[in-house]
């Protein structure tokens, strides 16, 4: 059955969450964030106890995108404040989201000493056009990008970057590899599990609500997966993946028999109950995502919207922490 089989409804992946369970700053150690298993029962166990679960052969799929400076802050030439996040550029002009009071086309806004106007607007996007290179805009004053819902400020940027993060591209952080230290991907790969690195660039998209939930296809995002370690992931005795951008990534190359092809482009893949998966997966490390969130429903599809619900559920009553920088969970197949 594929997604567009049957009508679904953004009611369906709608959970009650306490504000208070949003995290808003990482567990240190990252590793002593708390695991949920997800298996025929519910086990409750600390992140670090994952290599409990993991064994030789076993190949894990990482995603070694980097967050960038794409935050820029400022103000409209009235006075009131302004805020993008760039997610392309192409010299003076840059496809953006924009945070301010009724932005439309033909606005001025200064960010810095730099002055910029907003040209064209695309559904929840604008293309806004400075005054000089936007790179350069953004080497000089652009910030790091950090989700809507976390108000406290990061101690170090650093705290919003994976250890393994070597890409730059994204716009937000894979999450769900927050929770690695080397200290863990060393002891994971002593006991012979072998790491696989793919890129998928995260778009701020992820963090808007989803107005159709019945289209087929998300936001754009750039993905690359090589020759090596789609090698790797085929010759895998047990398959895990870091995240929803790794399963993204991994279902936008794989042929129809599951085959990892080395590839890079773009995907507007959306996934969601009544996707059939392409490639035969033993396990998948997430966090605990937003109501409503495609996130969610990604991983809906994988095990079943009513189990992960009920798994949700049960993360509430035990207290554990929400979104990006919250706690996480193993979900076994």
Avoid: W
């Avoid at 029962?41 to 052969?57: A, M, P, T, W």
């Avoid at 754009?220 to 951008?245: H, M, Q, S």
Wanted: net charge positive; with cysteine; proline share 4%.
């Amino acid at each position: 059955m594929k997604s567009g089989d049957f009508s679904l409804k953004l009611s369906d992946f709608d959970y009650k969450l306490p504000k208070e369970r949003i995290a808003q700053k990482p567990v240190s150690p990252r590793d002593f964030s708390r695991l949920m298993i997800i298996n025929d029962k519910i086990e409750h166990r600390k992140f670090s106890d994952i290599v409990d679960y993991l064994k030789e052969g076993d190949v894990l799929v990482l995603n070694e995108t980097r967050v960038v400076h794409a935050k820029l802050t400022g103000k409209k030439e009235t006075g009131s404040p302004a805020e993008i996040i760039v997610e392309e550029t192409d010299g003076k002009i840059c496809r953006c989201k924009i945070k301010t009071k009724n932005p439309r086309p033909g606005i001025n806004m200064i960010f810095g000493q730099y002055k910029a106007k907003i040209i064209e607007k695309d559904d929840d996007e604008f293309f806004v056009e400075f005054e000089e290179d936007v790179t350069e805009v953004l080497k000089d004053i652009g910030k790091l990008p950090t989700p809507p819902y976390v108000k406290r400020k990061l101690d170090r940027e650093e705290q919003y970057q994976t250890v393994y993060s070597k890409k730059k591209g994204s716009v937000a952080a894979p999450t769900a590899g927050l929770h690695f230290t080397e200290r863990l991907l060393n002891k994971i790969k002593d006991k012979g599990v072998k790491i696989a690195k793919v890129v998928l660039h995260v778009d701020f998209g992820t963090f808007l609500p989803v107005r159709d939930i019945n289209k087929n296809t998300l936001h754009k995002e750039y993905f690359e997966v090589d020759k090596e370690n789609a090698r790797i992931i085929n010759n895998a005795k047990r398959l895990f993946v870091v995240g929803t951008t790794s399963m993204r990534s991994l279902e936008s190359v794989a042929d129809n028999k599951g085959k990892i092809k080395a590839k890079e482009g773009s995907t507007r893949l959306f996934i969601k109950p009544g996707y059939k998966f392409k490639v035969d997966y033993d396990g998948m490390i997430t966090n605990f995502h937003l109501p409503k969130s495609t996130l969610l429903m990604l991983v809906s599809a994988f095990i079943g919207r009513d189990k992960i619900l009920d798994a949700y559920k049960t993360a509430v009553s035990k207290k554990y922490r929400f979104f990006s920088f919250g706690d996480a969970m193993l979900i076994l197949k």
